[in-house]
């Protein structure tokens, strides 16, 4: 796989040919990464919606008027589920919505998410990434290089420096991550993803061991 290359100041440098890049079929771990993003969105989720039933709800359990005799429908007591202010039927209780995939998915659904973005020119690489000092003006300025009209970047090394992390906290366009810690979800969200030379060598070395 052929990635376009760039210096460590945002000027282009060629292409670089990535061997290990990896490979799969068209459309296989499409679904798996489409499970793996509704399981990250649904581990998010704190479950705690609730609603009281009918048994729960205060209020007397005497029956608010007679049976017979007043030329109305029957009825007991206000705590019923078609009262205004009676308990719910059928609503939400506190509960678990985490679901749980096996290492094997979660490394196709990596692998696609890495396709389809290298495939749709993505993912870009910068030599190293490092900056004079931890100001956010000198990574924006080489981030504006590589990526000038992407509104969503991902800047990805094997590990990131203190200064390259102070710089870009305060980048509402950028991402600063380390390989170990990226998830498919950071890859398929971004425009634009800028590994470093060590960084993607982590990330496949990862994807090629795992």
Do not use: C, W
Not at 116 to 128: G, R, T, V
């Amino acid at each position: 796989m052929k990635i376009k290359l760039y210096k460590s100041d945002g000027t282009e440098s060629g292409e670089h040919e990535v061997d290990n890049f990896p490979t799969l079929e068209e459309g296989k771990g499409s679904d798996a990464l489409r499970q793996l993003i509704v399981a990250v969105h649904a581990n998010k989720r704190q479950g705690n919606a609730s609603t009281k039933l009918r048994s729960e709800v205060s209020g007397s359990g005497k029956k608010i008027f007679r049976q017979k005799g007043l030329g109305v429908g029957r009825a007991g007591d206000k705590r019923a589920p078609q009262r205004r202010g009676g308990g719910v039927v059928f609503g939400p209780k506190p509960r678990s919505y985490s679901q749980k995939l096996n290492k094997k998915i979660k490394k196709l659904a990596f692998k696609r998410a890495l396709i389809d973005q290298a495939e749709s020119k993505n993912i870009l690489l910068i030599e190293n990434i490092t900056i004079d000092a931890p100001r956010t003006k000198l990574l924006d300025q080489i981030l504006r290089k590589i990526a000038p009209t992407s509104n969503r970047v991902l800047l990805v090394s094997d590990s990131i420096e203190n200064d390259i992390f102070l710089a870009g906290r305060n980048l509402a366009y950028a991402h600063v991550g380390s390989s170990p810690n990226i998830g498919p979800l950071d890859i398929v969200q971004a425009d634009k993803i800028i590994f470093s030379m060590k960084g993607i060598e982590t990330l496949l070395e990862k994807l090629g061991n795992s």
